[in-house]
């Protein structure tokens, strides 16, 4: 089973950023894409952003697009999620997640096997 860590979450002014980290095991990111996903409370978990493996193609959810952005470290061993401008509705626990199915990314969580725990983005006033 894959290790992955996530951490870089906390409370945030609206229109502020953060950097989310997905720290991954050695050689991961070779066979491995990684998503970062979200839940906010009382609502289903969501897909935010992808990279794939092979090209390092990134994919991302509509809600966030232009203001998020992911990339990846493969000395570190560590896919980033970028997040600027955030708003109240990015309030959620970010998880990231790794699949190897498919030759690009993809944003449903079904496809995804190996999750972290999770790290608490609030935007808050």
């Known amino acids: 089973q894959l290790q992955l860590v996530e951490s870089g979450g906390g409370l945030v002014q609206p229109g502020g950023s953060l950097r989310l980290s997905c720290a991954v095991s050695?050689?991961?990111?070779?066979?491995?894409?990684i998503g970062w996903f979200r839940q906010a409370p009382g609502k289903e978990r969501e897909g935010v952003s992808c990279?794939?493996?092979?090209?390092?193609?990134?994919n991302y959810a509509d809600s966030v697009k232009g203001r998020f952005t992911i990339s990846r470290d493969k000395a570190k061993n560590t896919v980033y999620l970028q997040m600027n401008n955030l708003k109240p509705e990015d309030t959620a626990v970010y998880y990231c997640?790794?699949?190897?199915?498919?030759?690009?990314?993809?944003?449903?969580?079904?496809?995804?096997?190996?999750w972290g725990q999770g790290t608490q983005v609030t935007v808050s006033s």
């Open positions: 997640a790794a699949e190897n199915k498919f030759r690009f990314c993809v944003l449903f969580d079904y496809d995804y096997e190996d």
């Open positions: 050695a050689f991961t990111l070779d066979y491995y894409a």
């Open positions: 990279i794939s493996s092979d090209d390092g193609s990134t």
